[in-house]
């Protein structure tokens, strides 16, 4: 006989108990990144949101290094060597606060010092790393153009041989803390195909322009690079980066993040809504006691702890060492779409609250629509498993 009925009600945060299955160490992070997240970012990014920016960003780079999760899933040069899941927990924890803060932490770690970290010389990766790490140096990463985003192959970012040197001319868009960052990884195209190097942004012919008018990610902030005849020396280029595959493999790391991070987003948007209804009364009753409201409660639940097993797996085959890149393209799409969903309902149930900033839903909803565009659109996640499935490349 079954004893289903009598097992203790689940806890609609966690209704698969997902949690439950991590280890001490893994929850330790966990709960270390949830105790910052809302202690400090969460009582802030209302304002930094409103006001369009992260009004100190190189103390806010501080705090991340001092909390250590700058590059925690990359080994030594200062940097924590933690498993994936731990990295894709922390993840969870920030964009349960804003998808912005995320970013901040997946630009630095999972793009600018992975690519230093994968592709660098030992004295690149002494120089930066463990700076970045300690978040007293902060990195962006310029992979896309104006003209060339979902398909950076197409970049027109130049990089040519001038005696010993190389010179870089061309212009980068839409990059995480360009204007704010000391050293840029910059993909550009040479006669040996597409290569990466590292750009301390006070060289000559580097600048950057603040993105304004953003209705979306608004507490990050987003530049346009611009690399007007960059002279670097032949130190500057990464000597292990060759060909798109290069920073491709960067992407995989970042995106991984984000597949955690969305759940998080997802987790916020949920608990705000199943609080706000069951205050919230029209007709003589909380909102909480319509069955429409329910139905809308009921997939959200489904959607946070289906997002939620799809991350913890994919992390699990991730330390593994198991993890192909189209998993990951599985859970961008999968992870995002749910996360979208959660928070369209959750601010249809905050009724006219749910247009504010006093309540997290709409800055969640909106921020989620960057989140399913960088780091590969959803079109291109789904024509990547559509390749995986099929054997045939639709993307052309
Ligand atoms: P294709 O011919 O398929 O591939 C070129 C080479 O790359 C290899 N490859 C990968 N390697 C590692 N990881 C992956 N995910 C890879 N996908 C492909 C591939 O095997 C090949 O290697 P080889 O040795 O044969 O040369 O290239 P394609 O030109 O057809 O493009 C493929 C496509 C469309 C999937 C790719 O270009 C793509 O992913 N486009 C989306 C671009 C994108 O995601 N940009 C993100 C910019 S960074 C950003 O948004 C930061 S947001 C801030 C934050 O994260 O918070
Ligand atoms: P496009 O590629 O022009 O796509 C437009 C539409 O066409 C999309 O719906 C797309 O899915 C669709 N489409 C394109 N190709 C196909 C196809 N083959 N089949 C079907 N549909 C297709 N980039 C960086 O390098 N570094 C950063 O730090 C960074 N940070 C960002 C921060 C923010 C806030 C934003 C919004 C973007 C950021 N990006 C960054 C850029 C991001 O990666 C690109 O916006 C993204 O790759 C999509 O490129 P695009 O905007 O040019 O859209």
Redesign the pocket.
Known sequence: MSNAHKATAPDPGDFLEVDGSLSAEERDIRDTVRDFATGELLPNVADWFDAGTIPDARALAKSFGDLGVFGMHLDGYGCAGASAVSYGLACRELEAVD?GL???V??QG??AMTAIHRFGSEEQKNTWLPKMAAGELIGC?G??EPDS??????MRTRARRDGSDWVLDGTKM???NGSIADVAVVWAATEDGIRGFVVPTNTPGFSANVVHRKLSLRA?ITSELVLDGVRLPESAVLPGSG???S??????E??Y??VW?ATGAARACYQAALDYAATREQFGRAISGFQLTQRKLADMLVDVNQAGLTALQIGRLKDAGRCH??H??FGKLSCVAAAQRVAGEARSIHGANGITLEYPVLRHMLNLE??A?????AE??A??LG?AVTGV?A??
């Not at 985003?149 to 197409?154: A, H, K, L, R, T």
């Open positions: 998808s995320r970013s901040f997946s630009v999972s793009l990463f992979l896309t985003g979902s398909d950076p192959g197409s839409w990059i995480t990050s060909g798109l595959g920073p491709l493999s960067c992407l995989n970042a995106r993040g984000i991070g890149h189209t990951v393209s960057t989140v565009t960088y780091e590969g659109t291109i996640h024509l990547s390749q490349s993307f052309r």
